[in-house]
Structure formats: C-alpha cells, structure tokens
C-alpha cells in the first residue's frame, strides 16, 4: 500500500515540565517523527501560582528539535484541556485531514508513529472506524491471533489519531441529551462501552466535568463506529506515577510498553467486536473492578499519609 504523508502530531500541554520532557525525548526516538510536524499547544496559565510552572513549559518547547516542522501555539488565557484539544484539534485536521494526539503526560513506544499513520492509511476510507489508539488496557491476547490490532466501541484519549471527515461530525453540545438521559435501553447500550460512560456524560452536561472524550465516545456510540486498539500497547501513562494528581493512586490501568522493533502491522478488515477482547474490557470497566481499584486507592493514600 502506498504510504501517504506523515500525519501531523498534536501535543498539548499545560505546566508539568518533567512530565512533558518524558514525552518529547520519546517521541523524539520515534521512526519518522524526523519526517514529521510538531505542533505544541501550551495552555495558560489558570492563575498566578501556575504562571512560574507554565513560563518554564514555554520555555522548554521553544527549544524542541527533532521533527520535521515544529509549530508552537501559546494561549494567552487559560482555555482548559476540553476546550484546548477540541479548537486545536480543528483547527490543524482542517487543513491536514487527518492527525496524531498527545498529552503531556505519555510515553510512547519507538515504534508509535510508524503504527498510527500506518493504521490513518490503512482505514482512512472504512467509515466503521472512527478513531486509532495508541494505548491499550492490559489484554490476554491468543497467541495463535493472526493481527496487531481489535476493535471496541469506546475511544481512548491516551494517543490517538483520527480523520476530518469524522472529526468534523461530533455534537459537542450533545443537543440529544435531554431525550437521550430518558431512554434506559439505550444506556444500557452506551454502558456497554464501560460502566462509567453515562455517569460521566451526566457529570459533563451538569457541568461537574469538563471532558471532550466523554463527547467524542457518545458520538461515536450513536453512529455506531469502532476505535482500533493495538495488541501491544504503544503508550504508557506517566501520570500515576509523576508529580501528578494521580500519583497515589492504584493503576489498574498500567500495560507494557511495545518494546519490539516491528515497522510493519497486520491490520484486520473483519470490523467487528470480538468478544474475547470485548468481555475482558468490559470487566476492566465493571462497577466491581472500578470498585477495587477504589479501595485500592484508598489503602494507597492512607499509607501514604501515615508514612508521612
């Protein structure tokens, strides 16, 4: 299959210096990120206790090498990571078709580029598929299994990459959602993508959160579309175990790194759930599991407190 042009990477970022230095030095050792344009988008400042941390960001990104092209976007008001992702997002698949996404607080695999623009080709036509993920829950994965990659019905926002043409479809006011929240069969349905999903879309319409994925996976839901996810995960999540808020917090979500050297993916075109993959997810998701991690945590942070 023909190759086309590398497509553009997003990064955005806010005030966590160490973290955002992991994840440029990986993304700097990435094949292709040479052959690649950079775009960082730094929030501001949300107030003066943050404006020393935020100058020390800036500072640091205008010093990146390594890409292709490098485009630095420094916003003078402090917009938020919803806000920041979804005009950002917008404004650069407009004019390039398709992108690659990244938080400030991912490590990715060497081979993580190579994987998303190859997988932006391959299914850049197959409206079934509304997004690529970069990260993948931890996963028993058959070994007589014939692919890099299966499908599910919710999109991670731990690197990912997506196309205009389904960019461009998203409701981010779900206008739908007076009518949506009275319909219990289709919550259900929704839920099956995670027990949290409806609970987060409520807390997003009651202005609670401020989430753009929590949008982006109930579009996705109402037109029925998939995510591909890769066997071997691609990106780790620095942020339980960095100067984050997540620092005591249990990670269920921790996976292993990709560290082989493949270039080269076998994408499957049997667009469908399979429900091994989709019955250890929905596990992951369960109230029950949600439910031991939280306990989990709790242990975490009163140790941690005791400790001092």
């Not at 996963?139 to 599910?152: K, Q």
């Not at 994408?267 to 469908?272: G, Q, R």
């Amino acid at each position: 299959m023909l190759m086309r042009q590398n497509a553009p990477i997003l990064l955005f970022c806010y005030k966590r210096l160490e973290c955002l230095r992991d994840t440029v030095n990986a993304l700097k050792n990435c094949v292709l990120a040479s052959e690649s344009e950079l775009y960082v988008f730094s929030d501001g400042a949300k107030s003066e206790k943050d404006r020393q941390k935020v100058d020390a960001v800036r500072g640091y990104i205008r010093d990146i090498t390594g890409f292709k092209k490098i485009t630095i976007k420094e916003s003078e008001k402090n917009r938020g990571l919803a806000a920041s992702i979804i005009q950002g997002v917008t404004e650069v698949i407009n004019i390039s078709g398709s992108v690659i996404v990244l938080e400030d607080d991912l490590v990715v695999s060497r081979n993580f580029l190579a994987y998303m623009n190859q997988g932006l080709d391959h299914y850049h036509a197959d409206k079934r598929i509304f997004s690529m993920a970069g990260y993948t829950i931890p996963m028993r994965i058959p070994e007589t299994y014939p692919y890099d990659v299966y499908f599910l019905p919710r999109a991670s926002s731990w690197g990912w990459a997506s196309w205009k043409d389904r960019w461009e479809t998203i409701d981010w006011s779900v206008s739908d959602f007076a009518e949506f929240s009275q319909n219990r069969q289709k919550i259900r349905e929704f839920n099956k993508g995670g027990s949290d999903m409806f609970t987060m879309l409520k807390k997003q319409m009651a202005g609670q959160i401020d989430s753009w994925a929590i949008r982006w996976c109930y579009h996705q839901f109402k037109v029925q579309t998939y995510t591909v996810f890769p066997t071997s995960s691609k990106v780790h999540n620095e942020g339980f175990t960095s100067d984050a808020t997540n620092m005591h917090v249990y990670n269920r979500y921790h996976t292993e790194l990709d560290k082989g050297n493949s270039l080269s993916f076998r994408f499957s075109d049997d667009v469908k759930l399979d429900q091994l993959f989709l019955g250890q997810f929905q596990r992951f998701y369960s109230i029950y599991t949600r439910a031991v991690s939280k306990v989990r945590t709790y242990i975490i942070k009163a140790r941690h407190k005791a400790n001092g």
